[in-house]
């Protein structure tokens, strides 16, 4: 089905594709007509599917045990891409009273998302999901336990696979290609950090040569890793270094930026994915291709409200729907928001046991969850216009 882009006729990109900048958002036990299901199976005709893949943990080269030709790790060849568009859940990890990852309700976890909130796409390990708290065997079993629980149920899950050390990312990486993935992601190191563009795409190099028939992402946020290369500069010529890059999570406040982004992305190669949810309907309207989101896993309905009525053109009702999601947002931001405070709200709406978050990071007070919980009955009424 073809949407009205806004201000596509004011504004129209160069050599613009006819597809629509979002898809068409429908209720999650909708399902994707079967012609439609075949042209997209087709897209990726030499990889095996994830019941064909056995793994080991730990450093190693998969094994594939399939009568169809795979796909090697050795081949420079990236395989064909698929646009990451809509919204993607930056998952949270799911842990017990004493810490460890539960991945028990990952299962329950997957469903929710598809069939409560609408939301089909996730980003595994990242910010949200504690990834750098936990160790590499965790990342992997949370790594596998998504892919496996999403299968059939989920359209895209990207691992985020950056770490401090060259060599664990590369591990992560080749992991995630074994199990199959739909693609990773990678973050600054930001311990001993880059000092310029040509560095930071040496290490970035490195990691996505690790798995080279998997479409990468560079993972800006600056705010948490204090790198101030800017996004729009490392776009320049990066494709050229590296033929699997897809795209940028983009996790800044900064529009001159991501507008510089997108100004250079004019044939739209790339997936612009956006990641600060109070901002989403500005980077829309800029051309952000996706968003990566933590309030997506509890505010998912909402926000696809919000990007039906922007592809309908009706701008201030898009307006509503993200000057509520603001509300409450900048409500529990002035209480104190973090990942202890994200996983309760997620255990409180969706009643699936997220735990307390990793040492050094302290679980949220009940006076929290109660205020949130309020605040959230309160804007509920808001939302029906």
Known sequence: MDFPRLFSETCPFPNQEEEPRWPHYTAGNQKVPGNLENNFKQQKPSEPSREDVKFIRGPYLPLFFSQQKTRSLCSSMALPRRKLQGLVAATITPMTENGEINISVIGQYVDYLVKEQGVKN???????????????????????????QGKNKLDQIIIHVGA?????????AQHAAAIGADG??????????????????????????????VPFYYYHIPPLTGIKICAEELLNGIQAQIPTFQGLKFSDTNLLDFGQCVDQNGSRQFDLLFGV????????????????????????KRTNQMLEAFERQDLPLAL??????????????KLGFGIAQTKAIMTLVSGIPMGPPRLPLQSASQEFTDKAEEKLKSLESSFLF
């Not at 509503?320 to 931001?333: A, S």
């Open 277 to 300: 949810d109070e901002q989403l309907l500005s980077a829309l309207i800029m051309g952000a291709t996706g968003a990566v989101g933590s309030t997506y896993n509890y505010l998912g």
């Open 184 to 213: 990773i992601a990678v973050i600054a190191p930001f311990f001993l950090k880059p000092s310029n563009k040509d560095a930071l795409i040496a290490f970035l190099k490195e990691v996505a040569a690790a798995a080279p028939t």
């Open 320 to 333: 509503k729907y993200q000057f509520n999601i603001q509300r409450f947002i900048n409500f529990v931001v």
């Open 122 to 148: 996730i980003f595994v390990n990242g910010t949200t999901g504690e990834g750098l708290s936990l160790t590499i065997q965790e990342r992997q079993q949370l790594a596998e336990e998504w892919v496996t």
């Open 164 to 172: 401090l050390c060259l060599k664990e990312s590369q591990e992560l």
